[in-house]
């Protein structure tokens, strides 16, 4: 219900110009400084994924952006780098930010407020890692001013850019306060979304084909057909393989067991892509989880590997498969040994950081 919500939400906020507004934000922020201007493209990205969904920053904003550097005449590696790993990263803020954490907040019935909190500190640390690394890679791209010759964003549609806005807003603060009256959030972001969409289209601004156009069945699918196969995972062996492996990790229940799940799950991911992965962690985690020392902690942990691992390979994730797909259309080359050699550098410390946080979080808020 939340995945169907939340996409039918994107789809309205696409087309009444959220995304077209938010490049434009970003652009003027920017004040003519190409270094500041990368800093905001990271800033906005991350805002987009954790209200949105990743993928919303991969298929919606990334061909924004693109337009935008272009027009200002500036390098785009960068930014669409950054594009593609805020995506990833930004993802661990909250539950909706992507399906590997759906998938282990429905499977683990994790509450909404408590892993933000929990998930707030790695992903802060995460998204400021992944900035300054990326950063210093490009730095000569990142160089020099560019000239503010973007037109102002005006909305087509005025009531519409309002309504999208306000349902952003509204069902973020509705995910905080459901679990306080015993709501499933699942509930609430199918709610809202229908809202949008039934007024949208009683008021003649958006036809049904076009909401039903920007929702991925294909993803929908997959959530089904992942959790007809966890069984049949389950009796090949690959999940025990999978738990003996994290089991072997590290002793104890503190930061070494909580890195080496994160690393082994982000290795993972890069194998077989994250969703397949998270949903073998999860089973592999369950024993960790109800009998081990270590608790849910092993649960955020992998979700750590399982958002930030694919910033190391393009078929870490459907999102980085789906940017790679839209940066070649517009004729960057961009190889997958190109994105190897950003990835190897990047990934382990941001992997690094995260994992901090997390350990540090937890000891905070518990797990």
Same mark, same amino acid.
């Given at each position: ?25 970003? $652009? ?9 201007l ?51 990263? $930004? ?12 998938? $282990? ?26 900035a ?36 952003? %807003?509204?069902v ?5 306060? %459901? ?20 007024? $949208? ?10 909401v ?7 993803i929908?699918?997959l ?66 989880v ?78």
């Open positions: 219900m939340l995945l169907v919500g939340m996409m039918a939400l994107s789809a309205i906020a696409e087309k009444a110009g959220f995304f077209d507004w938010a490049a434009s934000l970003t $652009a003027r922020a920017g004040g003519g400084s190409v270094l500041r990368y800093g905001f493209v990271v800033l906005a990205g991350a805002l987009i994924t954790a209200t949105l969904s990743l993928d919303a920053m991969a298929i919606v904003l990334t061909p924004i952006i693109y337009g935008m550097v272009v027009r200002l005449r500036l390098s785009p590696m960068p930014f669409m780098f950054a594009c593609v790993y805020t995506a990833n990263t $930004a993802s661990l803020f909250l539950p909706i930010s992507n399906l590997t954490n759906l998938l $282990a907040y429905d499977v683990f019935d994790l509450e909404f407020t408590k892993f933000t909190l929990i998930m707030l500190i790695p992903a802060t640390l995460s998204i400021l890692a992944n300054l690394i990326l950063a210093g890679l490009f730095r000569k791209d990142l160089r020099g001013s560019y000239e503010q010759n973007l037109p102002s964003f005006v909305p087509e549609n005025q009531r519409l850019f309002r309504m999208a806005t306000g349902g952003v %807003a509204g973020l603060v509705a995910f905080f306060l %459901a679990p306080i009256f015993g709501i499933p959030i699942g509930l609430v972001g199918l709610t809202v979304g229908a809202l949008l969409v039934f007024v $949208a289209r009683f008021r003649g601004w958006m036809a049904l084909r076009g039903a156009g920007n929702i991925s069945w294909s929908l699918a959530v089904i057909g992942l959790f007809l196969v966890v069984q049949g995972v389950e009796n090949v062996g690959l999940a025990s393989a999978v738990r003996r492996a994290f089991a072997a990790v590290a002793p104890g229940d503190g930061f070494l067991q909580i890195l080496g799940i994160a690393v082994g799950s982000a290795l993972g991911s890069n194998f077989i892509n994250n969703v397949p992965m998270i949903v073998l962690a999860l089973s592999a985690t369950e024993p960790l109800s009998k081990g020392t270590l608790g849910f902690a092993a649960v955020y942990a992998v979700i750590l590997g399982t958002n930030i691992g694919p910033n190391l390979t393009t078929v870490g994730s459907l999102a980085t498969l789906i940017w790679l797909t839209i940066i070649c259309g517009k004729g960057m080359d961009v190889t997958a040994k190109d994105y190897l050699k950003v990835g190897a550098i990047s990934t382990p410390v941001i992997l690094l950081v995260a994992a901090i946080g997390l350990w540090i979080s937890l000891e905070i808020f518990g797990g």
